[in-house]
């Protein structure tokens, strides 16, 4: 998980284009989710995991 912060966190907050289309938490999760599958620092488990919980709070 480290890794995923330490890329795609790390270029989300230092850009200045928003990767985030929609103000709301949902739109963060769906932002979130769709980084997932480029991540290499994340298990199989991890990543099923953290998806699961991602597009419950993208409802």
Known sequence: ????LES???????TRES???EPRPGGAARALCAA????KSLG???RQLLT???QRLSV
Request: no cysteine; proline share 4%.
């Open 8 to 14: 795609g966190g790390r270029d989300a907050v230092t």
């Open 52 to 54: 699961e919980w991602l």
């Open 1 to 4: 998980m480290a890794g995923l």
């Open 36 to 39: 997932l599958p480029g991540q």
């Open 44 to 46: 199989q488990a991890e």
């Open 19 to 21: 990767a985030v289309e």
